[in-house]
C-alpha cells in the first residue's frame, strides 16, 4: 500500500510519519502531484497559518488536486481547516471540500489557543472503531470549524465544535493523533486499516 503524506509549507510532517511508522505503516512524504495522485492512502498534516499554507499549495497546483481526490484522504489540524471553504484565519478561501467555515474562537474566560487535552463525542463512522465516547485527544488551534451536516465527532470549548468532519472519501481531525497516545493510535490504525 502506498501512503503519502502531503508535503507543504505547515509543520508537523515528521512527527505524523514516525506515528504511521509505529503501527507499523510507512509512508513518503512529497508535494509531487503525481505520487499524491497515484496513492492508496493520502494524509495532510499541519501547524501554521492557513494563508500562507493556501499559497504554497497554490504554487504547486495542489489547490486543484487535493479536493478531486478519490482515495481515502485524512486533513490533520490545519489540514482539517484547510478542507474547509474560508478560514478567518487570514481571510483565507480553502480547499472548499467542506461546506464548513473555520471561526476565530473569541472568549475572555478562556485561554486561547486552546491547548491540551480534550474530550470527543458524538463519535460517527469507521475511523473512530473501538475508540470509546468521550476519549481525550490532544488540541493545539485558535481557529474551529462549526458542528454542521459533516460533523463526526465533536469538543467542547468555549462551544461545542467540530473535532472530526467526513464527506465521501475525505475525512479530517481538529486534534492530532499522533500526540493523543494510544486513542490517536487507534484512530490512525483504524484510518489506513478500515477506510476504503
Known amino acids: 500500500m502506498q501512503t503519502v503524506i502531503i508535503k507543504y509549507n505547515a509543520g508537523n510532517v515528521q512527527s505524523v510519519l514516525y506515528a504511521l511508522e509505529r503501527i507499523g505503516f510507512t509512508a513518503e512524504v512529497t508535494d509531487n502531484a503525481e505520487k499524491i495522485e497515484g496513492a492508496d492512502k493520502v494524509i495532510f498534516p499541519g501547524v501554521g497559518h492557513a494563508g500562507s499554507a493556501m499559497t504554497y499549495l497554490k504554487e504547486k497546483r495542489l489547490d486543484k488536486l487535493l479536493p478531486s481526490l478519490k482515495q481515502p484522504f485524512l486533513g490533520i489540524c490545519l489540514g482539517m481547516q484547510l478542507m474547509c471553504s474560508h478560514s478567518d484565519e487570514g481571510d483565507t478561501d480553502c480547499l472548499g471540500i467542506f461546506d464548513e467555515q473555520v471561526l476565530a474562537f473569541k472568549s475572555k474566560e478562556f485561554k486561547i489557543p486552546q491547548i491540551g487535552w480534550n474530550q470527543?463525542?458524538?463519535?460517527?463512522?469507521?475511523?473512530?472503531?473501538?475508540?470509546?465516547?468521550?476519549?481525550?485527544?490532544?488540541?493545539?488551534?485558535?481557529?474551529?470549524?462549526?458542528?454542521?451536516?459533516?460533523?463526526?465527532a465533536e469538543t467542547d470549548y468555549i462551544h461545542p465544535y467540530s473535532t472530526a468532519l467526513h464527506k465521501n472519501n475525505f475525512y479530517g481531525v481538529q486534534f492530532h493523533p499522533e500526540k493523543s497516545a494510544a486513542v490517536g493510535e487507534q484512530i490512525l490504525y483504524n484510518f489506513m486499516s478500515k477506510i476504503v
Do not use: M, Q, R
Not at 463519535?123 to 481525550?136: G, I, Q
Open 120 to 152: 470527543i463525542s458524538s463519535l460517527k463512522t469507521p475511523l473512530f472503531d473501538k475508540v470509546a465516547e468521550n476519549s481525550f485527544t490532544y488540541l493545539v488551534h485558535s481557529y474551529y470549524a462549526a458542528v454542521g451536516d459533516h460533523t463526526i
